[in-house]
């Protein structure tokens, strides 16, 4: 994954980090790899593969909604709210490039 005006580069899963309350119903955690930082407000993207090939980068994933606070460990995490809901999400498209 992709996430503020940098680009910078992070993971994200469903789940709450080790001392914090449990993350809200449909929530996920978004870990920033290295010491990127996190701001409130920015937006996480797909990091996509070599040519777009499987995946396709840049496609929204969802909106950072608030920065957990530092715990001393290597990448600062933070809370993102999803542009889908997760529990009525029933069917994916694949995205594919055109022929010509």
């Given amino acids: ?3 503020g005006d940098e680009g910078a580069l ?3 899963q469903a789940g709450t980090p080790p ?3 449990p993350r809200g119903h449909g929530e996920l955690t978004l870990t920033a790899l290295g010491d990127s ?3 409130v407000g920015d937006e996480v993207t797909t990091l996509g593969s070599p040519d777009d090939v499987p995946y396709v980068a840049g496609i929204p994933l969802g909106t950072v ?3 957990d606070p530092d ?3 290597l990448g600062r995490t933070a809370v993102v709210r999803p ?3 997760t529990d009525t999400l029933d069917l994916v ?4 490039v055109a022929d010509g």
């Fill in 1 to 3: 994954m992709r996430f």
């Fill in 10 to 12: 992070g993971d994200v």
């Fill in 19 to 21: 001392e914090l309350p």
């Fill in 37 to 39: 930082e996190i701001a």
């Fill in 65 to 67: 909604t608030d920065v």
């Fill in 71 to 73: 715990r001393g460990q």
């Fill in 83 to 85: 542009h889908v809901d």
């Fill in 93 to 96: 498209a694949v995205v594919t």
